[in-house]
């Protein structure tokens, strides 16, 4: 089968190829897809450049965590019935990812893509979607809650946003384009603003009565944690996802101390099976009504897939896929 692998970190002209790579069969609880589209995640080229610090292996990586396509083969354990299902992927391997014309995953990876869906759209459920669900209901309802999310117009932060709203809580969201505060508003929140603190907890304290977010959603913590210390509520919950401008920040950690305020680290890339399981109980009763669905900005051809990375890179205003037929 086709691939796509990189042997060494750096500029993805530089080290991304196509290789021709022996396809694989599904074991016990596995099921192999044949992949239409791949996902491309900031984290993908990150790891890709080498920003992440993280070894390459031996036989090289096939990179994405996320894809979509048709399962073609059921392993021993699973429901045979479940061949020729359209499905979306999540949490493939670092080093055997969905930029292939085949993946074998255990079938809890694997899930049903509602008919709405494109193969292209499917491709983007997984990392951030998932990210989203665990932010802003990881420690709980958020029903009548005042919610903050940074970054509302990025990837993870527009379903942030549409599924806090859905999920009926109040909210606010900070964007630093014009392009992201109005993809922010238009899924759902209630106040949208540019990344300036005194606006910032203003906006807060004024939808909270004075108390604060009872859930911050955190797409840069280095970059804004002075401003969730002032806006977080007593008790409340910070849920960051990405740190990119500073990975080792310094920490006022009597700031958020004060506030008994928990910070946790969410990752899509890291979920358990419980997580993975009670995030897609909740996000597929949205994809069904049609709600939640991604916006693509460009797709790209395997053989191209060099630019799908330069484009994340680059700062895309939605979400980047490779296509695989």
């Known amino acids: 089968m086709?691939?796509?692998?990189?042997?060494r970190t750096g500029p993805a002209r530089t080290v991304l190829a196509i290789e021709d790579r022996p396809r694989a069969a599904p074991g016990p609880g596995e099921v192999s897809v044949r992949l239409h589209a791949s996902g491309v995640n900031p984290h993908d080229t990150k790891a890709r450049s080498g920003w992440t610090g993280r070894a390459v292996a031996p036989g090289g990586v096939i990179p994405h965590s996320d894809g979509a396509g048709v399962i073609e083969a059921t392993g021993p354990g699973v429901d045979p019935a479940r061949r020729g299902k359209r499905v979306f992927t999540i949490n493939a391997p670092h080093d055997k990812?969905?930029?292939?014309?085949a993946i074998v995953l255990p079938e809890t990876h694997v899930f049903d893509l509602p008919d709405p869906f494109s193969f292209a759209e499917g491709a983007c459920l997984g990392v951030p979607a998932f990210t989203a669900w665990l932010a802003v209901l990881g420690d709980g309802p958020v029903e009548a809650q005042v919610v903050l999310i940074q970054g509302g117009g990025g990837s993870v932060g527009r379903v942030a946003v549409e599924l806090a709203a859905l999920s009926g809580a109040r909210v606010i969201a900070t964007g630093r384009t014009e392009r992201s505060r109005a993809v922010a508003a238009a899924r759902g929140a209630q106040v949208v603003l540019p990344v300036d603190a005194d606006r910032v907890i203003e906006a807060v304290m004024d939808l909270s009565g004075g108390k604060g977010a009872s859930r911050i959603v955190e797409v840069d913590f280095?970059?804004?944690?002075?401003?969730?210390?002032d806006a977080i509520a007593m008790h409340g919950a910070i849920a960051s996802y990405s740190c990119s401008s500073d990975r080792t920040p310094p920490l006022d950690y009597y700031a958020f101390a004060r506030k008994a305020a928990r910070l946790t680290f969410v990752q899509g890339l890291a979920l358990t099976d419980a997580d993975r399981q009670a995030a897609a109980q909740t996000l597929g009763r949205h994809f069904?009504?049609?709600h939640l669905r991604p916006d693509i900005a460009a797709t790209y051809p395997l053989a191209d897939a060099a630019a799908a990375h330069e484009a994340v890179e680059a700062g895309a205003p939605a979400?980047?896929?490779?296509?695989i037929d």
Do not use: M, S
């Open 2 to 7: 086709r691939a796509l692998v990189y042997h």
């Open 97 to 101: 990812g969905t930029a292939a014309e």
């Open 222 to 229: 280095a970059a804004n944690q002075i401003i969730d210390a």
């Open 288 to 290: 069904a009504a049609g």
């Open 319 to 323: 979400n980047i896929v490779v296509t």
